[in-house]
């Protein structure tokens, strides 16, 4: 243990604490007086701006001039579309009173977790050993030097002052215990990041079936997702999950997904007039949302249920995957551009405003008819009333119930519906939007580009692959600096873009590459993958040459540079990485990305076996390497038609490529032209004999 009794220490502190009355209202004035955040892009930061607060972006310049004065920071860390973080900002960070104490004691940073995830995951860390939870906005003490030794997430008002007069006290009274504690709590830290390795070690095929066994227990199967709340999607936990189901032929498991994609889709969490998703439900029934709806929970959703319709060809899920799409293409795409990172939960100061009806409101647009449809549709009862006279909509029931109850046909039906649909979303935009976050991120732009690719292959329509690649010239021409160690930038705003690549946008792209390449046969793209894969390896590997750190590992602004091992919402970059890596050496002929990658997994099968639901995308190629998996070569004249045919079913135990023209410059394609439409199957490097039709390998392929 690196961390000494530090539940101990932080009662002792605790004891420190000022008490204080009420505190007025020393909100500060509508003056014109803005701090150091004014010259900052983020969107976030700029909400920061004109606080009372004296806030410092987070940079080499404010790190050390907190280090010359010799004052204890305050990082503070959220993200614009964060409802308790402008809750925060509001109740303490606009107080005069709180400002001066602030600014006087404290040097006082701010951080938009967005922009700097590595800055986030480090200071997470640490809160998470002092307490055991995380969350936003995270609100950190530490040394001069940037090493933490005290932090929470949210504070309330009267809370806060108390603690800040604490931590100040501590600071003067206590430093050698502050500098040995904070020694020790960065130790735990760094540990975290320290995996064994035994080389002799080989994989578990039961790691999955054991893994699944004990994850099992923890699924909702009578609402879906987890049994917990809030509940999130989390897309490669339902990745995972349909996959080991379908190919196991683990019905009841994969019940259990498709009654998750429905209740999502039917839930409050879900936009139904403006389509997209919520961040999370704050319930176990996916009623009451955050409100915030970011891209990077989209993008993913669009290929969870674009891979849900392949497999059952429920046009629920092609209607929910395409609405996401509309959405975010609607109020997160920029003319000619990339896409934007959010909406915020509030609007005029209200958590969901903009999203919940009254029902007199609703009365008022309908007729007697509609109106009649629409609370059978909509709940418009005690099941969708959430509080203050207002209404969620969300749905119960599928729409053949719902149209037999109304003596309508199904077409009646919808045809209804979408009337309805229409006349409340044309009034809804009338109203005062949540604020849009109008920074755009590489590596969420990649996960768009993967969503698009996948809809593309589900639904065939040109229009998607088409918006893909052009979102990846968009990142070529302004995010990628070209030389012989290609290089990404992570953020891009009002024509510019900032922030050296991270990890994750190096993973993402590269994974949006391949998937491109493999959806079109243009080499160019797996080219540009591998050359980004070599530059990946030169910035983030670490010196034992198995993970990747978040950031650059050279002149870092960090006291220590985190791995992102467990997968979230969005995968850690790690496993992305290893599943790139697995990927290109499969196309490259590459034995040393494969073994890699295969090194990768071994140091964390426990944590796989014991934890699931957090390394599902880990356990995604971990099925790869133990479960048959194939890739699929089909050359020929006509060879795109027979692979779109192919993208377009749930085959996810084989990676489908094709080339309709000679392309000896990618290994997999190298001799194996012939006008004549040709099927090569392999597996461990070693292929069948070429096949005319793709049934012919089927026998093969689900021989399980």
């Not at 220490?9 to 209202?25: G, R, T």
């Not at 975290?192 to 790691?207: A, D, G, M, P, Y």
């Not at 009806?357 to 005690?382: R, T, V």
Request: charged letters at 25%; glycine letters at 4%.
């Amino acid at each position: 243990m690196f961390i000494k009794k530090p539940v101990q220490y932080l009662i002792a502190l605790s004891c420190f604490f000022i008490s204080c009355s009420s505190l007025e209202n020393h909100a500060h004035k509508k003056r014109k007086i803005s701090n150091d955040l004014i010259y900052e892009t983020s969107p976030y930061l700029l909400q920061h701006a004109y606080n009372p607060v004296k806030w410092h972006a987070w940079n080499r310049k404010s790190l050390a001039e907190a280090k010359r004065l010799n004052k204890p920071i305050i990082v503070s860390i959220g993200y614009s579309a964060c409802h308790w973080c402008h809750v925060m900002e509001h109740q303490s960070f606009e107080d005069s009173l709180i400002a001066e104490y602030m600014n006087k004691y404290f040097y006082s940073i701010k951080v938009d977790r967005e922009e700097r995830p590595d800055v986030d995951e480090l200071y997470m860390r640490s809160v998470n050993l002092l307490t055991g939870g995380g969350g936003w906005p995270l609100n950190v003490f530490a040394l001069p030097d940037g090493r933490a030794f005290h932090g929470g997430t949210y504070f309330a008002k009267e809370n806060w002052l108390k603690v800040l007069k604490a931590i100040q006290k501590e600071f003067d009274q206590n430093n050698e215990k502050l500098v040995q504690f904070a020694g020790q709590l960065a130790e735990g830290v760094a540990a975290q990041n320290h995996f064994s390795f035994n080389k002799e070690q080989t994989l578990n095929q039961q790691i999955p079936k054991n893994s699944i066994e004990k994850w099992v227990n923890r699924l909702d199967y009578q609402n879906g997702g987890t049994l917990s709340a809030p509940k999130f999607p989390m897309p490669s936990n339902l990745q995972f999950l349909t996959r080991y189901a379908y190919q196991s032929k683990k019905d009841e498991l994969l019940k259990q997904v498709d009654l998750s994609l429905n209740s999502m889709a039917f839930g409050g969490i879900y936009d139904h007039l403006g389509g997209g998703f919520a961040r999370y439900s704050t319930d176990e029934i996916w009623k009451v949302p955050h409100f915030e709806k970011m891209l990077y929970d989209n993008a993913q959703l669009i290929s969870v249920y674009s891979d849900a319709y392949k497999r059952t060809k429920n046009p629920l899920y092609q209607k929910v995957a395409e609405q996401c799409i509309a959405f975010i293409q609607k109020e997160l795409k920029q003319d000619n551009g990339p896409y934007y990172a959010a909406l915020d939960a509030d609007s005029e100061g209200e958590e969901g405003k903009f999203y919940v009806w009254e029902k007199k409101e609703i009365k008022d647009i309908l007729n007697p008819e509609e109106m009649q449809l629409a609370e059978d549709y909509y709940n418009l009862n005690h099941f969708g009333y959430w509080e203050e006279n207002k209404f969620i909509l969300l749905r119960r029931e599928m729409d053949t119930v719902l149209a037999q109850k109304h003596n309508m046909s199904l077409s009646e039906f919808q045809e209804s519906v979408e009337s309805i649909n229409q006349k409340l979303f044309n009034v809804r935009q009338k109203r005062i939007k949540p604020a849009l976050d109008d920074k755009s991120l590489t590596s969420w732009n990649a996960l768009m580009m993967i969503g698009l690719c996948d809809a593309y292959a589900a639904f065939n329509k040109e229009k998607y692959l088409s918006d893909a690649i052009e979102m990846h010239q968009f990142l070529k021409d302004n995010c990628l600096m070209q030389g012989d160690t290609p290089q990404l930038w992570h953020a891009y705003k009002n024509g510019k873009s900032s922030i050296e690549g991270l990890c994750e946008d190096y993973a993402l792209y590269i994974k949006a590459l391949i998937r491109l390449f493999e959806l079109t046969s243009s080499s160019d793209y797996l080219q540009l993958a591998k050359q980004l894969q070599i530059s990946a390896d030169k910035l983030f590997l670490d010196d034992g040459h198995t993970y990747f750190h978040m950031s650059k590992k050279k002149a870092s602004d960090l006291h220590h540079i985190p791995k992102q091992i467990t997968d979230n919402v969005i995968p850690s970059d790690n496993s992305i990485m290893a599943e790139n890596l697995y990927t290109l050496g499969l196309y490259f002929g590459l034995d040393a990305y494969i073994v890699r990658s295969r090194n990768m997994l071994i140091p964390i099968q426990e944590a796989m076996e014991n934890y699931g639901g957090a390394y599902a995308n880990w356990l995604l190629l971990y099925l790869d390497n133990v479960e048959p998996s194939f890739e699929l070569v089909i050359t020929g004249e006509d060879a795109k038609n027979a692979a779109k045919e192919l993208h377009s079913e749930y085959l996810p135990q084989i990676r489908i490529t094709f080339s309709d023209k000679p392309q000896d410059n990618i290994p997999l394609f190298a001799g194996r032209w012939q006008k004549e439409t040709k099927y090569y199957l392999c597996r461990n490097q070693s292929c069948e004999k070429p096949v005319s039709h793709f049934e012919e390998l089927t026998p093969i392929i689900f021989s399980k």
